[in-house]
């Protein structure tokens, strides 16, 4: 097709939607950021807890569970998850990436017994958008707002919680395990509650997920890992940072920004692209993101801060 | 204070590297004393510092830390009552964290942590006030990354940090060697300050003898996993650098000696 576009080649409704996925996905890319890079546990766990919370939520709610109760199941879900691989890590001592792939393909088994078929829709059921949405505002524009009022408090609760007694020994722990243990953290303890916390906030977009796309579905968590990560990137380079509050406002803007360039490549007709090459342009967006920081160092000299 | 009793450690055993890093070490230290350990490469040193501060599992025998027995604690059930400094200056710290943050950690040692701000405004004046007395300009970089630092200055701030808890027994592993003569000094100066005013037990590692001799108040010599050599007051201060070196060849000879009865 070769139909003219406008400078910006998305509508309102467009751009809103991809500020809903984005705002979603930064609470996935904020668990992606506790357990990569303040843990330093490679985590796919991710693949599997957010369906999981995608399931939890939806079953719970076609089974006429109210929509808060549903969702709070599904966060506990992701965390319960979470903490399992951290004990198969801690305790079993299985290697952290295995431990996770292991939790990840479990996950696949037990979410398709929760919903007990490949998906779950959410039609006519009440969710926690449709419940508070006040009548003068249209749907589209009404959940991208909850869902920013949602991400700042998730932000600023874990801003609060890492500069805590507790949230520091998790710190520690994650960038200098045997230090920590000599200042008498119990390491193995801060990763399990490190990775509970971070597949917690998982589940937690998987419920939301489900409850604005309109169910859960068995797929749906293929390649969160990827997307998440490729978040965290996109916003470490975008918004350069060892602050913790920076950090994580940069893991946000990162999703919502790779949601964006999403959006604009697939509704870019010149560009040609098609739903299914996503995976390609994550990756090669990932790619460059990964490479960007390097040069710009390199032009700057070593002086990052 | 510190009683290690009859410590037996084989790396790999039954493998053709098996390695007997300890044989038998036995040492007591009274509360507040300060003892200097030395011996050769591979004595055994710093793995019965990694023993007593629980890094290290031993085979068998007993760590006594005031007078409760250690010997099955983990590491950081044990950091209530040691402190360690590394050799390696980067070890001691988190080089993710800030410098007040590094110090919140270690303020909270074998402490309980709780659900309040690690760095409060009070605690920040009080950690403002001991960095400033290592003269090194830090008490206005405490919001800086303490990976920005230098070796020697994170090694003095490491030693702060060991003396923030009333901890009892410190371990210094040769905690100078990886700095220059002049930030050694310095370094070596401030531990005998913090141990003064602390009244910390404390063993220090060093493989220079001159330092064995004038630091502290016990000299211990290590060899093959055992103690060798235990000196201290009037015999101590009779002892001289070139003593210890006689000394060092003495047992060296004789574990010669041993190997050759064994080859026969
Ligand atoms: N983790 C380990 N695995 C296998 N062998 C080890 C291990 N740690 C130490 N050893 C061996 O145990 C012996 C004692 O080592 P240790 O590090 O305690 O010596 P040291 O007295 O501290 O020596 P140095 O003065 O060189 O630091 C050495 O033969 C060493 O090779
Ligand atoms: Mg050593």
């Known amino acids: ?305 | 204070m510190l009683n290690a009793q009859d410590l037996h450690l084989t790396f790999n055993p039954g493998t053709p590297i098996e390695t007997l890093a300890l044989r038998g070490l036995s040492l007591e230290i009274p509360s507040g004393q300060f003892v200097t350990v030395i011996g050769s490469n591979g004595a055994g040193k710093s793995t019965f510092l990694n023993a007593v501060s629980g890094e290290q599992a031993i085979d068998s025998g007993k760590v006594e830390i005031d007078g409760i027995d250690m010997t099955r604690q983990p590491v950081w059930a044990r950091a209530r009552h040691v402190a360690r400094v590394f050799q390696d200056p980067l070890a001691g710290t988190c080089e993710d964290l800030t410098i007040e943050e590094n110090m919140a950690l270690a303020k909270m040692r074998g402490q309980r942590r709780g659900f309040s701000f690690a760095v409060k405004q009070a605690l920040r004046e009080e950690f403002r006030e001991q960095i400033a007395t290592l003269g090194l300009g830090l008490e206005n970089r405490l919001s800086d990354r303490i990976g920005l630092l230098s070796g020697g200055q994170r090694q003095a701030v490491s030693l702060l940090m060991a003396a923030l808890q009333p901890s009892r027994l410190l371990l210094l592993d040769e905690h100078t060697a990886a700095l220059d003569p002049r930030t050694a000094d310095f370094v070596l100066k401030l531990t005998a300050r913090i141990v003064a005013e602390h009244k910390l037990t404390t063993m220090m590692v060093t493989h220079s003898m001159r330092q064995a001799l004038d630091v502290g108040e016990r000299t211990v010599m290590l060899h093959q996993g055992r103690v060798v050599l235990d000196v201290a007051g009037k015999e101590r201060e009779g002892l001289d650098v070139h003593h210890l070196l006689a000394m060092f060849e003495k047992v060296r000879g004789e574990a010669l000696d041993d190997d050759a009865l064994l080859l026969s």
């Open chain 1, 1 to 305: 097709m070769s139909r003219r576009q406008p400078v910006l080649p998305m509508s309102t409704y467009t751009l809103l939607g991809a500020l809903e996925i984005g705002l979603i996905f930064s609470l996935v890319a904020l668990g992606v950021y506790i357990s990569f890079r303040l843990l330093r546990f490679p985590d796919l766990t991710v693949d599997g807890s957010f369906p999981l919370g995608g399931a939890v939520a939806a079953t719970l709610i076609a089974s006429g569970t109210d929509p808060f109760t549903a969702t709070i199941a599904a966060t506990a879900a992701g965390a319960f998850a979470g903490l399992i691989t951290g004990w198969l890590n801690v305790r079993l001592k299985i290697m952290d990436l295995l431990a996770s792939i292991l939790m990840m393909i479990a996950l696949y088994s037990i979410n398709l017994r929760i919903m007990g078929k490949p998906n779950v829709p959410l039609i006519m059921e009440p969710t926690v958008f449709n419940i508070l949405q006040p009548e003068v505002l249209a749907d589209y524009v009404f959940r991208p707002l909850l869902l920013i009022f949602v991400v700042l408090a998730v932000k600023l609760l874990l801003d609060g919680f890492f500069a805590t007694q507790t949230g520091l020994a998790i710190r520690a722990t994650g960038s200098n395990a045997r230090m920590a243990r000599s200042q008498g953290v119990n390491t193995g303890l801060a990763v399990l509650a490190g990775m509970a916390l971070s597949n917690a906030l998982v589940g937690l977009a998987g419920a939301l997920f489900a409850q604005t796309q309109g169910g859960a579905d068995i797929s749906m968590g293929v390649g969160t890992i990827v997307i998440g990560l490729a978040a965290v990137i996109v916003g470490e380079s975008l918004l350069p940072s060892r602050k913790l509050y920076l950090a994580t406002l940069a893991v946000i803007l990162g999703a919502i920004v790779y949601r964006f360039f999403i959006a604009l490549a697939l509704n870019s007709d010149f560009i040609g692209l098609q739903a299914q090459d996503l995976n390609l342009v994550t990756a090669l967006l990932v790619t460059v993101a990964l490479v960007l920081p390097r040069l710009r160092q390199r032009s700057i000299g070593k002086k990052g801060g």
